[in-house]
């Protein structure tokens, strides 16, 4: 079982920076890649963007490339999400994930709590 942390979330206004954080712990040697997923009320989670840790490489959502900037560090099992140029279409609950195969959307199989992000116009 792995657990997942989140923590930066917040009210921002449009155009603002925010950096959320999420750190994984317990079993973590199986972890092949980590992700961002969020959901907004009356939407269904959708991918936002991952990080497939023995590759080096990430993979985001249309409509973030280019202002969200996935990273992290694999040996302390933490992965961040740098949102800059923030719109009110970002509001939602952010969901860091962790995946033991792969690295696919539907491979992120393990969940933290959440936390909120809410971008006012």
């Known amino acids: 079982q792995v657990q997942l942390v989140e923590s930066g979330g917040g009210l921002v206004q449009a155009g603002d920076s925010l950096r959320l954080s999420c750190a994984a712990s317990?079993?973590?040697?199986?972890?092949?890649?980590m992700g961002w997923f969020r959901q907004a009320p009356g939407n269904e989670r959708e991918f936002v963007s991952a990080?497939?840790?023995?590759?080096?490489?990430?993979s985001y959502a249309d409509s973030v490339k280019g202002r969200f900037t996935i990273s992290g560090d694999n040996a302390k099992n933490t992965v961040y999400l740098q949102m800059n140029s923030l719109k009110p279409e970002d509001t939602a609950v952010y969901y860091c994930a962790a995946a033991s195969a792969g690295w696919a959307p539907t491979d992120f199989d393990s969940w933290g709590q959440g936390t909120q992000v809410t971008v006012s116009s």
């Open positions: 317990g079993r973590t040697f199986g972890v092949r890649a």
């Open positions: 990080i497939r840790w023995n590759l080096g490489r990430t």
